[in-house]
């Protein structure tokens, strides 16, 4: 995604610890840009830059498991934002 429209989702490939190739938009997501700035996601301004990092990340089979390591930590770091996020802005008090 993020070629022509803005990423969508990047924290289901994140929670499996994949790689992350986008295009350039990816704005619209903390997530996205915080995973931009760790490591574990990779945009590009052109489409045909993409296959050439994927077959990189193929072949660099370390660079795959500290990515895999990057994605996966920063999910599990998020756990509990959803609750933290309703008692702060949603919960009204009784």
Do not use: M, W
Not at 23 to 36: M, R, T, V
Request: no cysteine.
């Amino acid at each position: 995604g993020a070629i022509h429209n803005r990423v969508h989702n990047v924290l289901e490939p994140a929670y499996f610890g994949l790689a992350i190739v986008t295009g350039e938009k990816i704005f619209n997501s903390p997530e996205a840009l915080h995973l931009q700035d760790s490591g574990g996601l990779f945009s590009f301004l052109k489409n045909e830059e993409i296959p050439l990092k994927i077959l990189t990340l193929i072949k660099e089979k370390q660079d795959l498991k500290k990515i895999k390591n990057i994605n996966q930590n920063f999910v599990k770091s998020q756990k509990g934002a959803s609750l933290k996020h309703y008692e702060k802005f949603i919960k009204r008090p009784t």
